[in-house]
């Protein structure tokens, strides 16, 4: 697998820093490395260039209705960029029900944030940093679980020998945008060229990244006309 150091080699020669066959400075390489990362964390801010979404079952602690979510923290796992959808999930039969995540506003506007059930239906995370917290609501009486669905991350480099492995089709998005973000620090001009390829390969990358929605109809405009899938019932 390549290496931190032979994606900002190729890199820089692509900017002209360095021609075929030399190799960056230890300086140059490090200040690279740094950018490289920064980069990397700016496209997990970007959902099309997350190229998973992580199944995360987490434990419900009976009469528990506040969480926090990262590492070192009650659901001991990365922090999330963002839950894309939650279910709750009983242990016993597995089975899930759909919880919805509800805004800053809505979760103000529940007035009995105490109120308790057996069934949690809301969750809210307030995305604080380095551990948010996750607040289930009705605050579950029982102990189970909880499915959430976020973001993976792309993480990111920790040195030059560190060799990296991402899907197909990122190893020339990394190059061509890391040139980019390079050009600055090497006082070098952006090329129409490059910025055209820098954009065509994430948009090769978002495009096979979309996931297309499934439609749905109202049951009430095309009743008796076959089955249910999700139910088994005829409709």
């Known amino acids: 697998m390549p290496t931190a150091r032979r994606l900002i080699t190729n890199a820089l020669r692509t900017l002209n820093v360095t ?64 839950i894309d959808r939650a279910f709750f999930r009983e242990t016993a039969t597995e089975l899930e029900l759909p919880a919805k995540i509800l805004s800053e506003e809505e979760y103000q506007g529940i007035r009995l944030k105490g109120t308790t059930g057996s069934w949690p239906r809301w969750i809210y995370n307030d995305r604080a940093y380095p551990l948010s917290t996750v607040t289930a609501w009705p605050v579950p009486a029982v102990g189970n679980q909880i499915v959430l669905y976020t973001w993976g991350q792309l993480g990111s480099i920790a040195n030059l020998d560190t060799s990296w492995d991402f899907p197909p089709g990122y190893a020339m998005a990394l190059r061509y945008n890391l040139a980019v973000a390079l050009a600055p620090e090497f006082a070098r001009k952006v090329s129409v060229e490059l910025a055209s390829w820098a954009a065509s390969t994430k948009m090769k990358i978002k495009t096979v990244n979309t996931e297309v929605p499934i439609l749905s109809v109202d049951p009430a405009l095309h009743r008796g006309q076959g089955w249910d899938w999700q139910t088994g019932e005829t409709i």
């Open 19 to 82: 021609a075929s066959g030399e190799t960056p400075s230890a300086a140059e390489a490090s200040d690279a490395l740094e950018v490289l990362n920064e980069m990397l964390e700016q496209w997990d801010l970007e959902e099309l260039m997350v190229y998973t979404i992580v199944r995360n079952i987490l434990t419900l602690t009976a009469t528990q209705g506040t969480y926090t979510l990262g590492t070192g923290g009650d659901w001991n796992i990365a922090r999330p960029i963002r």
